[in-house]
């Protein structure tokens, strides 16, 4: 039985910052003003989800331009949260239930009245999109169809916690890392997977990563799984953001997000550390064509290959999204 999830801080929101004129509309909510929007389900794409949240505050059609920035803060209880942000414009309206529209000069003076501090950030964020933050995002999301530049897959996580806590920490943010080596002499790109060993998940491949440990930043925390599963033997450097894919564990509901990066790789002669012996049993190679044609029962996560090839696609673009993306709420 899935535990009752209505209690639950979701690892993943989404908000939206909705023009009508020159005018936002904001929330009035007993602990302060918010932006419209909610938690992202597993189950829903993306934009659908972002649709569902503002039609709850009688938003009947909003257009979604373009992603506005990704926020990156910990509740209270100092539990990890990505909010991702987009500005969009109102297209009809019934009566709004507590929302009250001002321009964006005048929510700026308020800051002492939003509800949570990332708020305030991501309204300073849509003043700065005529310099570098406007190059984060360099295609438009349109309405009823996927991000184009930070994809947000919902599918279903294959891997189970067992923990019955409602208030579970396996409600969490993990990382991981698409190992990528471009050999200069031949012009070859290979993706370095690691064959799992734990008995679960044994010959299974997976990309590096793991859980975002407290106090970490995104990209602190994308460094240090590459480093510590590759036994800090070869040059590594993490490049930018893939993508967030947002995942739930059947049978339990704990959610999942995966925050995806592209690490380069300067070596393959990867000496997997002694304490990994028992997770891991050895890294193979794969060029993106290979990846492409294996067949999905290989991988640990149906996340792996998605990641790699959306990362080989934005890569060969020059389209990889920079880490500043997601601003850090301390």
């Not at 996340?303 to 997601?326: C, H, K, N, W, Y």
Request: proline share 4%; charged share 25%.
């Amino acid at each position: 039985m899935e535990k009752d999830n209505s209690q639950r801080v979701p690892t993943t929101i989404c908000s939206a910052i909705l023009y009508q004129g020159n005018k936002i509309a904001l929330k009035e909510t007993e602990a302060g003003l918010s932006l419209l929007g909610g938690h992202v389900e597993w189950n829903t794409g993306f934009p659908y989800c972002l649709e569902r949240r503002i039609g709850q505050e009688n938003i009947i059609a909003a257009s979604f331009n373009y992603i506005n920035g990704i926020t990156h803060h910990k509740t209270p209880s100092g539990k990890d949260v990505v909010n991702v942000n987009v500005v969009g414009d109102v297209i009809d309206t019934s009566k709004e239930r507590g929302i009250i529209w001002m321009t964006l000069e005048e929510a700026l003076k308020r800051e002492t009245e939003f509800r949570t501090p990332d708020v305030y950030r991501l309204l300073q964020r849509t003043k700065r999109l005529d310099n570098t933050d406007l190059a984060f995002v360099q295609t438009t999301m349109k309405h009823r169809t996927d991000i184009d530049n930070l994809e947000i897959k919902s599918q279903t996580n294959t891997e189970v916690s067992g923990n019955d806590d409602p208030f579970s920490p396996t409600d969490f943010i993990v990382v991981s890392g698409a190992l990528r080596y471009f050999d200069l002499k031949t012009g070859k790109v290979e993706y370095g997977l690691m064959r799992c060993e734990r008995p679960q998940f044994k010959g299974l491949l997976s990309l590096v990563g793991g859980k975002l440990e407290r106090g970490e930043t995104i990209e602190q925390g994308i460094t240090r799984e590459t480093m510590q599963e590759t036994g800090n033997s070869i040059d590594l450097h993490p490049i930018g953001l893939v993508g967030l894919y947002v995942n739930q564990i059947p049978g339990i509901g704990d959610y999942i997000s995966n925050i995806a990066a592209l690490i380069e790789a300067k070596s393959k002669d990867i000496v997997l550390p002694d304490s990994l012996q028992d997770e891991v049993k050895e890294v193979i190679w794969k060029t993106p064509g290979e990846i492409s044609s294996m067949p999905g029962e290989e991988f640990r996560s149906r996340d792996t290959r998605r990641i790699i090839m959306r990362a080989e696609s934005l890569a060969r673009q020059g389209r990889i999204l920079p880490f500043g993306l997601i601003e850090e709420i301390q």
